[in-house]
């Protein structure tokens, strides 16, 4: 099974960014959290993080190539402006889980709007960290039920 994380912009900053709102964990310890979890479920995990939005759009047309069977994303900033990762997301019809650390609705208004949650199989949110490592037993569950 192959699964592809995307994280959008800014989460390069993981850590050290607002840790009040983001916490203290870095990008890099998310991932290899994520990548020793994705081992045990017997899945194929890449993770990838770009700031720009046109690169993103590239990783998702990519996932189709390389037959990736889901999609994690936590699509920071551009959860709230980007038609284009819709899209794109869309356009593949890759079955993908929507990530944020943060409780989006319990902040300012114009992060309560989502481009992708509406497309998207699930949307985990507010659990900090502990989102992705749920996003992964949910996509394991998912598969062993045909869902
Ligand atoms: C975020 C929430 C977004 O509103 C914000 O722009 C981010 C991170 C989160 O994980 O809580 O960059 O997606």
Redesign the pocket.
């Known amino acids: 099974i192959k699964i592809l994380l995307l994280q959008?912009?800014?989460?390069n900053l993981l850590g050290q960014r607002e840790p009040h709102?983001?916490g203290y964990e870095t990008l890099e310890e998310l991932h290899a959290g994520l990548l020793q979890e994705a081992f045990a479920l017997n899945f194929q995990l890449e993770c990838y993080q770009s700031n720009a939005e046109h690169q993103l759009v590239e990783r998702i047309h990519q996932a189709l190539i390389e037959q990736v069977d889901y999609i994690l994303i936590?699509?920071?900033?551009?959860?709230?402006t980007s038609v284009a990762l819709r899209d794109a997301l869309a356009g593949v019809a890759i079955p993908f889980i929507e990530?944020?650390?943060?409780?989006?609705y319990a902040?300012e208004t114009f992060?309560q709007h989502s481009y992708l949650s509406e497309l998207a199989q699930g949307v985990i949110?507010?659990l900090g960290t502990q989102g992705y490592y749920l996003a992964l037993q949910a996509v394991d569950k998912r598969l062993s039920k045909n869902l």
């Open positions: 959008g912009p800014n989460l709102i983001y936590n699509p920071a900033a551009f959860t709230h990530i944020h650390l943060s409780n989006i902040r992060r949110c507010g």
